[in-house]
């Protein structure tokens, strides 16, 4: 059984940071790009970051400066830094592990059940 489990959401002041973190099991993430995205009431869910497999990150270019995704493959973690929150940033974030068809594999896509992200405004 594969899971991904965020963790580190709840409640943070305007300007706050916090740290979310995406727990893998039934699988070695590192042989995944990882990624955090977030859905906010009303809207699409939308990308924050992605970071590949060797540990090259890429941001929304809105995410840029505030965010920081990172990944400890042998914890079989990933981690999001937001800092400067602000009430735009409300959302549930969701974690995502991704791997494309090879020759020695099929696709996969792999999402966590989110955690909630609430900035006071």
């Known amino acids: 059984q594969v899971q991904l489990v965020e963790s580190g959401g709840g409640l943070v002041q305007f300007g706050g940071s916090l740290r979310l973190s995406c727990a893998a099991s039934?699988?070695?993430?590192?042989?995944?790009?990882m990624g955090w995205y977030r859905q906010a009431p009303g809207k699409q869910r939308e990308l924050v970051a992605t970071?590949?497999?060797?540990?090259?990150?890429n941001y929304a270019e809105a995410m840029k400066g505030r965010f920081t995704i990172s990944r400890d493959n042998d914890k079989n973690m990933a981690y999001l830094h937001a800092n400067s929150l602000n009430p735009e940033d409300t959302a549930v974030y969701y974690c995502?592990?991704?791997?494309?068809?090879?020759?020695?594999?099929?696709?996969?896509?792999?999402w966590g059940q989110g955690t909630s992200v609430t900035v006071s405004s």
């Open positions: 995502n592990a991704q791997k494309p068809e090879s020759a020695w594999s099929s696709a996969s896509d792999y």
């Open positions: 039934g699988i070695f993430i590192s042989i995944y790009s």
């Open positions: 970071i590949t497999s060797d540990g090259r990150p």
